[in-house]
């Protein structure tokens, strides 16, 4: 029986696309295992699945001035000896990183131990934990075909982002009970990332009556976001995040207003909704998302409104305008190729598993 190991924290975004895979896996006899960090968010989010999860040190590599940059190099070399010690005790017949600060030690110690490491990149140029990894993977797996170009060696291979079979099986009854709604009003639903954005709830709540004459909102906040100042508010439902139900909630909504991290905007492309984006400034990034957001709106797939330029009355504006055009959205969205992504990332982790 074939054993694989994977690993991937930090956000969401870095999670839920191996559980797309691990599933996939699992069918085909595999027996899998997770590395993460102890106080990520992949440790909540793969303990509901049951798999064994593996806590190792982990530090941030900053691009930027700060103190706890003397610190944290002594986590991840601290985590690439928890992450060996794990790997070789497991004897996996692969590695598979999503990315994020916590898979860097644990692809070092695969390669320390010999083990074909594949890893996936999400957003149209590699973030700094990849880009540290690569040069110690065996395949680097690419979401957008343009990515390729960026990586050398002859390692990297388009291959998609893997949507959750469960992502495409949302029951919109389900979600319209939850939210109390009703379908005689068009839906609009708003997240800002797994962790939340305050600016857009700030810009969403300071619309909110205007949106409400026309639209019912299901919104995800995030931690620590919920204000009680709109509890009971007819019409409106907050939510600080949102795990099995999310399908449900997706599957009901006519148009979506989001952050623009590749795996939800992927997600929403699959399910064809019409989507603003605001995109994580340069200043608060390394600008993956601008890139992510202008390649959705280059190909008619949905509208991108800049966070600096965000406002109450231009979020409400745009997101009218959004609604409007819906058809033409949808439309180009039906010509994507939608391809297994799922099928071709297993058969390269088959093909390059350990013998």
Not at 8 to 23: D, E, F, K, R
Not at 60 to 84: E, M, Q, S
Not at 126 to 146: D, Q, R, W, Y
Not at 314 to 335: G, I, P, Q
Request: glycine share 10%; aromatic share 8%.
């Amino acid at each position: 029986m074939k054993s694989i190991v994977f690993t991937g924290g930090g956000s969401a975004g870095h999670v839920t696309p191996n559980l797309a895979l691990i599933a996939r896996l699992k069918e085909r006899g595999w027996t899998v295992d997770y590395i993460g960090s102890a106080d990520g968010i992949e440790k909540s989010i793969i303990g509901e699945t049951g798999i064994p999860f593996h806590a190792i040190s982990s530090g941030k590599l900053r691009r930027y001035f700060d103190l706890k940059n003397f610190k944290d190099p002594f986590k991840v070399l601290k985590g690439v000896y928890d992450a060996y010690r794990i790997i070789r005790k497991l004897k996996p017949d692969a590695v598979f990183s999503k990315g994020g600060f916590v898979s860097v030690p644990v692809v070092v110690a695969a390669w320390m131990n010999r083990i074909p490491v594949l890893i996936h990149e999400s957003d149209m140029t590699p973030g700094l934990a990849n880009k540290l990894s690569i040069p110690f993977a065996t395949k680097v797996c690419v979401t957008f075909p343009e990515t390729i170009r960026h990586l050398a060696g002859g390692k990297a291979e388009w291959t998609g982002l893997p949507i959750r079979d469960e992502v495409l099986r949302g029951n919109a009854l389900k979600g319209l009970a939850v939210c109390d709604f009703h379908r005689q009003k068009p839906i609009l639903f708003v997240m800002g990332g797994s962790l939340g954005s305050r600016a857009i709830n700030e810009a969403l709540r300071g619309g909110l009556d205007r949106l409400l004459e026309k639209f019912q909102i299901a919104h995800i906040c995030g931690k620590g976001n919920l204000d009680p100042a709109f509890d009971g508010k007819r019409g409106y439902r907050q939510f600080e995040y949102v795990t099995g139900g999310l399908p449900d909630l997706l599957a009901m909504a006519d148009v979506v207003v989001s952050r623009s991290g590749s795996t939800s905007i992927f997600e929403f492309l699959s399910l064809r909704k019409p989507m603003l984006l605001v995109p994580l400034s340069r200043n608060a990034s390394r600008g993956d998302q601008i890139l992510n957001a202008e390649s959705f709106r280059s190909q008619g797939y949905g509208e991108v409104l800049e966070e600096e330029r965000m406002t109450a009355g231009t979020l409400a504006e745009a997101v009218f305008r959004l609604y409007d055009e819906r058809d033409r959205y949808v439309e180009r969205m039906k010509s994507h190729s939608n391809q297994d992504s799922i099928a071709r990332i297993v058969g390269l982790i088959e093909r390059s598993a350990r013998r």
